[in-house]
């Protein structure tokens, strides 16, 4: 029986600081994935989410993404690997100045948006990513999708990879995100969002009335889903009810 689990949140991503959000977020969950700028959010927003995941003793991450702020980072892009290095130096670089200026550490990467499903699924974007990290920092904790191509490069690379599952999405039957333009593709029914999450951690999600095997690390709710802050306090009654501890990965 699983006795704990990393639960993590994308945040940092509204324009003004929304420090009561945050206060809800933060105490329930054990790794902070914070905007780098280039999808939402800004240096103050940053900052400031940083200093409060801080204080409630969350891991910290940088949450990078294509620099396309008109789609919130959720349409993807084609750059060589020039430009591909460049956007990621850019935020990473800045993210890890911000997080120094409050003297903390940047814990994990997790890529956002459209940039985390080209990795899922591109073996050029994933090489690219894999050796770009390499350099940055080698001994970094890199978040993806469980049972992905960027997980299996990731391992084959001796990356320090935390696989990823989501109670607050669908899945496909090859274990990909069903795609946000599906009516059904997010989850934020209470009562279903535990389902999956109790799926999850027992080893399978359920498509289409089929049960397929998967192990995460890590399961993500996102910050921008409706009621988030409402489903993570569910979350957080549920899993100590169960008696299992939410801890970093």
Not at 64 to 80: I, T, V
Not at 155 to 162: E, G, K, S
Request: overall charge negative; some cysteine.
């Amino acid at each position: 029986m699983r006795t704990q689990i990393d639960i993590n949140c994308d945040l940092g991503e509204h324009e003004t600081l929304d420090a009561q959000f945050l206060r809800t977020i933060l105490p329930r969950i054990s790794s902070a994935n914070i905007s780098c700028g280039a999808h939402a959010g800004n240096d103050e927003v940053i900052k400031g989410t940083i200093a409060l995941a801080r204080d409630y003793k969350c891991s910290i991450g940088a949450h990078p993404s294509y620099p396309d702020r008109e789609n919130f980072g959720r349409k993807s892009m084609e750059l060589d690997q020039q430009s591909f290095n460049q956007m990621l130096h850019s935020q990473l670089v800045s993210f890890k100045e911000l997080c120094a200026s409050e003297n903390v550490y940047m814990q994990h990467v997790k890529p956002h948006g459209a940039l985390y499903n080209d990795l899922a699924q591109s073996e050029m974007y994933s090489n690219w990513f894999i050796e770009f990290i390499n350099l940055f920092d080698a001994n970094i904790k890199i978040y993806g999708l469980a049972h992905s191509v960027f997980h299996e490069l990731a391992i084959q690379h001796n990356l320090n990879f935390i696989s990823e599952g989501f109670m607050d999405r669908r899945y496909t039957k090859n274990l990909k995100l069903k795609a946000r333009s599906e009516s059904d593709a997010v989850i934020n029914d209470k009562t279903e969002l535990i389902v999956q999450l109790d799926n999850i951690l027992n080893g399978y999600v359920v498509v289409d009335d089929t049960k397929i095997n998967i192990q995460v690390d890590s399961l993500c709710l996102h910050g921008d889903t409706p009621g988030a802050d409402d489903l993570l306090r569910h979350v957080f009654n549920h899993l100590n009810k169960k008696g299992i501890e939410i801890t970093s990965a």
